[in-house]
């Protein structure tokens, strides 16, 4: 596992040095309730490992993200929105023009009320 960034919000969540509401834990992945929740569920799902953003993710990232999704399914699950009638929003923000805040990779997983397509 590579160095925790000194700086990132994210990397001292998984360091435990941040408080957050984690829901689920992998040996790779981490994922906590989002603190300005704009859904019923709104998870984010983070590698444990430093990644600055999806624009970053190489071929070599292929298990980790794999890890990624399945974290996030198995949230989804756990929180009630994974089966046929339901259905959830997964999104990773990129740059500015994006609102990306926190560049530590995450996925926004969002659900428990019907979601606007194209989004805002
Ligand atoms: P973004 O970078 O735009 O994809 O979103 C970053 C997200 O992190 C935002 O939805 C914030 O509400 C969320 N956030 C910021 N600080 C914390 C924290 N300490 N614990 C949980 N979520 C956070
Ligand atoms: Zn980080």
């Known amino acids: 596992m590579s160095d925790p960034a000194p700086t ?6 998984v360091a435990g040095a941040v408080p957050a509401e984690v829901v689920a834990e992998t040996p790779d992945t981490l994922a906590f309730r ?13 590698p444990k490992r430093h990644i600055a953003s999806a624009a970053e993710v190489g071929p070599a990232d292929g298990d ?3 890890a990624l999704f399945t974290t996030a399914k198995a949230v ?7 089966g046929p009638d339901r259905g959830y929003r997964l999104v990773a923000n990129v740059g500015p023009d994006a609102s990306n805040t ?7 997983v969002l659900g428990g009320r019907p979601m606007d397509w194209p989004p805002g």
């Not at 989002?34 to 983070?46: G, K, M, R, T």
């Open 34 to 46: 989002d603190i300005n929740p704009f859904a019923p569920v709104h998870v984010l799902v983070i």
């Open 8 to 13: 990132c919000l994210f990397c001292a969540i």
């Open 102 to 108: 926190v560049f530590h990779l995450h996925l926004h």
């Open 76 to 82: 989804a699950d756990a929180e009630g929105i994974g």
């Open 64 to 66: 980790l993200l794999a």
